[in-house]
C-alpha cells in the first residue's frame, strides 16, 4: 500500500523537506515556522508580500498551527485531516511541485559506476460514465531494453536518489526516448484496460439510452425547440457516454545502478 | 465493445523540455509524496461516496446516505430533495456538494438560502463538512470566490445579477425552493438563467399531484422537457391526465425528486409527550369574555373569533386591537366596545400567564414559548421577570445578527425564549426540549414548525410539549379538534398534508375560521368540528389501508 495513513508522519516530514522548524508540544500539535515559499503557498496574503517586494523588506512568514486528533480541541490550533481544505491545500499544492524529476541513484562516490535511464510514470486511469472509478499504475520502462515493470515506485520505495549525480558516476544514454517511451507505456495500459469488466460502461449506456427515450417522448410534442433537444441531448451524451481517461500524475528519468537494475529484474522472473 | 479513450498528449510533448530546466523538476522525495497523495485520494469504487471517510465527525443516517448516492449515481447532480421536516436536507445537501468536491467535479458553487439561514448554512458547512463558504452581503466578488452563500433577494439584484449570470457554476443550491414555484416570478426566471451543472432544490413542502408545481421544478432541474406552461397544462389538465396516467411523467418526476418520511428513516426517534394544560379564567375573566361574546354575536357585521382567541391569549393583546377598531369605526364611540374596553383596563393578569408562570418556575430546563401575538409577547416577558426568570424574544422581523444573538442568549443565559409565529422558520433549537404552544396556531403547518425546531435531528431528549387552553372558550374547541380529534401532534404533518390535499382545503386554519364564523352557535360548531375530524379520520384510515 502506498496510502497515507499518518498524518502525523506526513505533516513531520512535508515541513522538514521545506526545512521549516517544528514545535510539537503534544504529538498531535504542529506548531510550524512556515518560510517564505511555503507562506506563499499557503496563507493566502499575495498583497503582503507584494509589498513587503515593494518596500524592498524582507517580510515575516508566519507560523502555522496545527491539531491532528479530533479529540483535542486546542484553542489556536486548527483540526487537519482528510478532507480538511488545509491539507487539499497542501495536496495540490506537492501535486503541482512534482510533476517531473529527473534524479540519479547515490553511489559510494568513490567506484566508477554506470547508471541507466529508466522512464518511471505514475499514470492515473479514470473510468467515466454514470459513475467514476479511478485506477493509478506506476510503470517502469527500461529505455535501453525496453523492458517494462509495473508497481514501480513500489520497488524504488528504499532506494536512496538524489538530483545531483554521485562522483565516478556517469550515465547511459536512452535508446529509446521518453516520448516514443510514454506511447508504450500508454500501450500496455491500454492493454490491460481491456482485459478490464466493461459492465459499468454497459450500464451507463443503458442509462443514456433510457434518459433519450424519455427525452425524445417529450419532445416530440415540441418540435419549435430543437435547439434545446439538441443541447439536452449533447449534456445527457457528454455526461453519461463511457469514456476513459488516461492522465499523468508525474514522471521522470530515473537513472539506476546495474546493481539495482538487476535486482528489479529479478523480482519480475 | 469500444470505449472512446483520451490521453495526456500535452504533458508528453513538455516532458523532454522541462527535464532540462532544473527549476521545474522536484526532489525524490516529493515526487513520492506527490504519488502517495494521487493513491491516497482516488476514487477507487463506481459506487461508494468517498466523502464520508473523510468527515469522521459525522454520522450520518441510512436515508441521508443513500439520498446522496442517488442524487449522484442515478440523477446525475440535478434533484429536487423534498424531505419532510426536520430529516436532514442540509445534511443531505452538504455530503452530496462535499462529494462533489473531493471528486474533483465541482469547483464553483453557489448556494441560495433565506436570509435567516445564510450564516446557520455557513456554520454547518464548514463546521460539520470543512467546506469554506463566504457569505455575500453587499459586497462580493463573484468571479473570485469559490464558494458563496447568498440569498435569493441579493443574488437578483441588477449589478449582482449581471455578474453572477456571467459565471459558469459546477453546483447550485437552492433551499426552500418552494419560493421558485411560480414560474412567473423573477426567483424564477434568475434560477433558470444561471449556469449550472449539477442543480439541488431543497423544499419541506410536498410536491404531490399538483400538476402546476411539477411544471415549474421540472423546468429548472430538466429544462425543456416540459415545454411551455401554456402546453404542458393543455396537455395534461385540460386533458384531464393525472402523473399516474402518464408512465413517462412519473418515470420524469422519480428521476429528480427525493422524499424520505420520517416512518421510512427506520431511524428511532426520541418521543414526543403530549400534554394539555387546562386553565380556568378567573370569574372576572370570564364574565368579560362572554361580554365578549354576547356583543359580537349582536353584531352581526364582525365576526369576533379574533378578538376572543386574543383574549384567551392575553388581555394586552385583545385590548389593542380593540382600540384600532373603535378608531376605525367613529361610529363605536357610544357602543358598549368603550365600556368594555375600561373593563379590560382592570382585569387581573391573565390566569394563562400565571399558570405558565409558576410551570417554569417549578423547573430548571429551557422553554420554548410561542405565542401569537407581540403583546402577549411582551406581557409574557414582564411577568416571567417578576419572577427572576431570565426571558429573550425573537421575531421574525428581527435582522440577522439580532437573530443569531438572541439563540446565542437563550441557549447561554436565558431559560425562557418567547417567539412569535414568525421564529418558526429556520432556527434550531435541539438544546432546548420543553415547548409551550401558549395559544394556539390554526394552521397545522405552522404547528409542524414550531415542533420542528426541537424535535428534529441532534435532539436528544424527548420532546415535551404543553398545550394551553382555557376552558369554556374558543381554545377548548380548537384543542379538542387538533389535539384530541386529529391527533394533530401524534401525526406527522405530511399525512396530514396530503388529506387536505385529498379534500381540496387548502388551509385547515381557514376552514375552522369559518365554522366558528358561521356558526350559530356552540352546539352547530361543535358538530361541525366533529364532522371535519370524522373525514379526516376516514381518509387517513383509507391511506393507511393502501400504503399496507
Known amino acids: 500500500m502506498m496510502e497515507l495513513e499518518n498524518i502525523n508522519h506526513f505533516l513531520e516530514s512535508f515541513f522538514s523537506l521545506y526545512d521549516c522548524p517544528i514545535d510539537r508540544p503534544e504529538k498531535n500539535l504542529f506548531s510550524i515556522q512556515l518560510n517564505r515559499e511555503l507562506d506563499e503557498a499557503l496563507m493566502n496574503r499575495p498583497f503582503y508580500w507584494h509589498y513587503m517586494d515593494k518596500l524592498g523588506q524582507q517580510g515575516a512568514p508566519m507560523t502555522l498551527k496545527l491539531n491532528t486528533d479530533p479529540e483535542s480541541e486546542e484553542k489556536g490550533f486548527e483540526w487537519i485531516h482528510f478532507g480538511s481544505p488545509r491539507l487539499q491545500q497542501i495536496f495540490s499544492y506537492i501535486q503541482q511541485q512534482a510533476m517531473y524529476t529527473l534524479l540519479y541513484e547515490k553511489s559510494d562516490g568513490v567506484t566508477k559506476t554506470a547508471l541507466y535511464p529508466w522512464l518511471v510514470g505514475n499514470i492515473k486511469v479514470s473510468y467515466l460514465g454514470k459513475q467514476k472509478k479511478e485506477e493509478i499504475f506506476s510503470i517502469g520502462l527500461h529505455l535501453i531494453n525496453g523492458i517494462m515493470l509495473n508497481n514501480m515506485m513500489k520497488k524504488l520505495e528504499n532506494i536512496p536518489f538524489q538530483r545531483v549525480m554521485s562522483d565516478y558516476s556517469y550515465t547511459l544514454s536512452p535508446i529509446i526516448k521518453p516520448p516514443s517511451g510514454f506511447y508504450r507505456i500508454f500501450q500496455y495500459i491500454e492493454n490491460e484496460i481491456s482485459t478490464h469488466d466493461n459492465s459499468w460502461a454497459i450500464a451507463s449506456l443503458k442509462t443514456l439510452q433510457e434518459e433519450k427515450e424519455l427525452l425524445d417522448y417529450f419532445f416530440q410534442h415540441n418540435k419549435d425547440v430543437q435547439e434545446f433537444y439538441e443541447n439536452e441531448e449533447r449534456h445527457l451524451t457528454e455526461r453519461l457516454e463511457p469514456k476513459i481517461e488516461i492522465s499523468i500524475i508525474n514522471a521522470g528519468l530515473f537513472y539506476l545502478s546495474a546493481q539495482t537494475v538487476q535486482k528489479l529484474i529479478q523480482t519480475l522472473q | ?548
Open chain 2, 1 to 548: 465493445m469500444q470505449i472512446p479513450k483520451t490521453m495526456d498528449k500535452e504533458y508528453i510533448s513538455s516532458f523532454t523540455e522541462v527535464t532540462e530546466s532544473p527549476a521545474k523538476l522536484c526532489s525524490w522525495e516529493l515526487f513520492q509524496k506527490s504519488y502517495q497523495i494521487a493513491e491516497t485520494m482516488k476514487v477507487s469504487d463506481f459506487n461508494q461516496l468517498v466523502s464520508p471517510s473523510f468527515l469522521p465527525k459525522m454520522d450520518f443516517l441510512p436515508h441521508q446516505i443513500e439520498c446522496a448516492e442517488r442524487v449522484i449515481q442515478e440523477m446525475n447532480g440535478r434533484a429536487l430533495l423534498a424531505d419532510e421536516v426536520g430529516l436532514g436536507k442540509t445534511i443531505e445537501a452538504g455530503l452530496i456538494l462535499k462529494e462533489y468536491l473531493m471528486r474533483g467535479m465541482a469547483k464553483k458553487v453557489l448556494i441560495l438560502v433565506p436570509a435567516s439561514l445564510v450564516n446557520q448554512w455557513a456554520l454547518e458547512l464548514s463546521q460539520k463538512f470543512y467546506i469554506p463558504a463566504v457569505t455575500a452581503r453587499k459586497r462580493v466578488n463573484w468571479k473570485e470566490a469559490n464558494i458563496i452563500i447568498t440569498t435569493l433577494d441579493t443574488a437578483k439584484k441588477g449589478k449582482h445579477q449581471e455578474e453572477i449570470l456571467n459565471q459558469s457554476y459546477d453546483f447550485v443550491i437552492v433551499d426552500e425552493a418552494h419560493k421558485l414555484k411560480n414560474h412567473q416570478t423573477k426567483n424564477f426566471a434568475f434560477v433558470q438563467a444561471l449556469k449550472k451543472k449539477y442543480l439541488l432544490l431543497l423544499t419541506a413542502t410536498p410536491v404531490q399531484n399538483k400538476l402546476t408545481d411539477i411544471f415549474n421544478l421540472i423546468s429548472l432541474i430538466k429544462p425543456g422537457y416540459l415545454g411551455t406552461y401554456e402546453e404542458f397544462v393543455k396537455t395534461y389538465r385540460h386533458q384531464q391526465k393525472k402523473i399516474d396516467d402518464d408512465p413517462y411523467l412519473k418515470q420524469l418526476v422519480n428521476k429528480v425528486m427525493i422524499r424520505n418520511r420520517r416512518k421510512d428513516t427506520g431511524v428511532q426517534w426520541t418521543n414526543r409527550h403530549i400534554d394539555t394544560i387546562w386553565v380556568d379564567f378567573s370569574e372576572e375573566e370570564q364574565q368579560f369574555y362572554n361580554t365578549l361574546e354576547q356583543f359580537f354575536q349582536s353584531s352581526s357585521h364582525v365576526s369576533g373569533v379574533t378578538y376572543k382567541r386574543e383574549f384567551c391569549s392575553s388581555r394586552e393583546a385583545c385590548y389593542l386591537s380593540l382600540k384600532k377598531w373603535i378608531n376605525l369605526n367613529e361610529k363605536a364611540e357610544n357602543t358598549p366596545l368603550l365600556e368594555m374596553v375600561k373593563q379590560i383596563e382592570h382585569l387581573p393578569h391573565h390566569a394563562k400567564a400565571k399558570k405558565l408562570v409558576d410551570l417554569v418556575k417549578q423547573s430548571n430546563e429551557k422553554f420554548i414559548i410561542f405565542t401569537e401575538y407581540r403583546a402577549t409577547q411582551i406581557y409574557l416577558q414582564w411577568m416571567l421577570q417578576q419572577e427572576n426568570i431570565k426571558s429573550v424574544l425573537y421575531r421574525g422581523g428581527f435582522k440577522k445578527g439580532k437573530k443569531d444573538w438572541m439563540r446565542h442568549l437563550f441557549q447561554n443565559y436565558a431559560q425562557v425564549m418567547i417567539a412569535t409565529e414568525a421564529a418558526g422558520e429556520g432556527i434550531n433549537l435541539q438544546f432546548c426540549h420543553h415547548l409551550i404552544n401558549y395559544d394556539l396556531p390554526w394552521n397545522p403547518m405552522r404547528l409542524e414548525q414550531r415542533i420542528g425546531r426541537i424535535h428534529r435531528f441532534g435532539q436528544e431528549n424527548d420532546v415535551q410539549i404543553y398545550n394551553f387552553a382555557i376552558r369554556n372558550t374558543i381554545d377548548e374547541h380548537v384543542i379538542e379538534l387538533l389535539h384530541h380529534k386529529i391527533n394533530l401532534f401524534e401525526n406527522v404533518i405530511g399525512q396530514l398534508d396530503q388529506i387536505l390535499t385529498k379534500l381540496e382545503l387548502n388551509d385547515l386554519d381557514d376552514e375552522v375560521e369559518k365554522i366558528f364564523t358561521e356558526s350559530k352557535s356552540i352546539g352547530e360548531t361543535k358538530i361541525k368540528l366533529d364532522n371535519l375530524a370524522s373525514v379526516i379520520h376516514s381518509i387517513n384510515d383509507e391511506e393507511k389501508v393502501g400504503e399496507a
